[in-house]
């Protein structure tokens, strides 16, 4: 009995990653399985797996990139501003913004459904900035989220909602300080306003959804000139930061 023990310790061998049961799926398969996943941190964390995950959680139909060094610029679905990845996404797309260095946004215009998304660990590693003059970073006329991104913006706002559901999650939101404060605001939300807003992207149940983000400078966190209003405001005083949690939605 003995000797069968051995026998049969020794017969046994470690499994090597090619033999799981997952990696004799193709590569559409795995793809199709990687699209559900939370683009941070889960599919960001299965291209660290093996060559063949890193190939296919990077794959441009999963995701967009946007990068600042030239290295990457030859790689499909890499783009060298927010603004030309923007415009080359499908409705539904993730575009994952590259941490380190500021990204160019002023009136940018998004009238499609898309994901932006920071590289960094911390939303303060991937910047937007709006130039001075822009009237925003970012304008939205359908439903997206943007997540663990700071925007700066000089004067105008941060971000201009007209249409659709926009999220904001674990953002910082900056206005500078200056003297004319007054005419700078983080978020503006115009939607059930009477502005015209072609009905190929109006979408009904217009809000706006914050949570776990920073918001600093400004006249006010939030200027509304259509019919949404402030609602359920909840606020976390860190020790040098404050969090805000709120909707801006219909009455």
Same mark, same amino acid.
């Given at each position: 009995?003995?000797?069968?023990?051995?026998?049969?310790?020794?017969?046994?061998?470690?499994?090597?990653?090619?033999?799981?049961? #997952?990696?004799?799926?193709?590569?559409?398969?795995?793809?199709?399985?990687?699209?559900?996943?939370?683009?941070?941190?889960?599919?960001?964390?299965?291209?660290?797996?093996?060559?063949?995950?890193?190939?296919?959680?990077?794959?441009?139909?999963?995701?967009?990139?946007?990068?600042?060094?030239?290295?990457?610029?030859?790689?499909?679905?890499?783009?060298?501003?927010?603004?030309?990845?923007?415009?080359?996404?499908?409705?539904?797309?993730?575009?994952?913004?590259?941490?380190?260095?500021?990204?160019?946004?002023?009136?940018?215009?998004?009238?499609?459904?898309?994901?932006?998304?920071?590289?960094?660990?911390?939303?303060?590693?991937?910047?937007?900035?709006?130039?001075?003059?822009?009237?925003?970073?970012?304008?939205?006329?359908?439903?997206?989220?943007?997540?663990?991104?700071?925007?700066?913006?000089?004067?105008?706002?941060?971000?201009?909602?007209?249409?659709?559901?926009?999220?904001?999650?674990?953002?910082?939101?900056?206005?500078?300080?200056?003297?004319?404060?007054?005419?700078?605001?983080? #978020?503006?939300?115009?939607?059930?306003?009477?502005?015209?807003?072609?009905?190929?992207?109006?979408?009904?149940?217009?809000?706006?959804?914050?949570?776990?983000?920073? #918001?600093e400078g400004g006249a006010k966190a939030v200027l509304t000139n259509g019919d949404l209003t402030l609602q359920q405001v909840r606020v976390i005083?860190?020790?040098?930061?404050?969090?805000?949690?709120?909707?801006?939605?219909?009455?």
């Amino acid at each position: 009995m003995e000797e069968q023990g051995k026998q049969k310790k020794k017969d046994k061998k470690p499994l090597s990653s090619s033999f799981c049961p #997952i990696n004799n799926l193709d590569d559409g398969c795995l793809m199709h399985i990687f699209n559900f996943l939370s683009p941070i941190p889960d599919r960001y964390n299965t291209a660290l797996v093996c060559h063949r995950w890193c190939h296919l959680a990077c794959h441009p139909r999963l995701w967009l990139r946007v990068e600042q060094s030239a290295k990457y610029l030859s790689e499909p679905g890499v783009f060298p501003s927010i603004e030309k990845a923007v415009s080359a996404a499908r409705p539904g797309d993730t575009i994952l913004i590259a941490s380190g260095g500021r990204h160019l946004a002023s009136n940018i215009q998004i009238n499609k459904p898309l994901c932006l998304i920071g590289g960094g660990e911390l939303p303060d590693e991937t910047t937007l900035l709006c130039s001075r003059g822009s009237d925003s970073a970012l304008e939205f006329i359908s439903t997206c989220k943007l997540a663990n991104l700071t925007v700066k913006a000089e004067l105008g706002c941060c971000l201009l909602h007209r249409s659709g559901r926009l999220t904001i999650d674990s953002c910082i939101l900056q206005c500078e300080e200056n003297p004319l404060d007054y005419l700078s605001c983080p #978020i503006i939300s115009t939607a059930g306003g009477n502005e015209a807003v072609s009905s190929a992207v109006k979408t009904k149940g217009d809000r706006v959804s914050v949570s776990q983000t920073r #918001i600093e400078g400004g006249a006010k966190a939030v200027l509304t000139n259509g019919d949404l209003t402030l609602q359920q405001v909840r606020v976390i005083y860190a020790r040098t930061f404050v969090y805000f949690w709120f909707d801006v939605d219909s009455q």
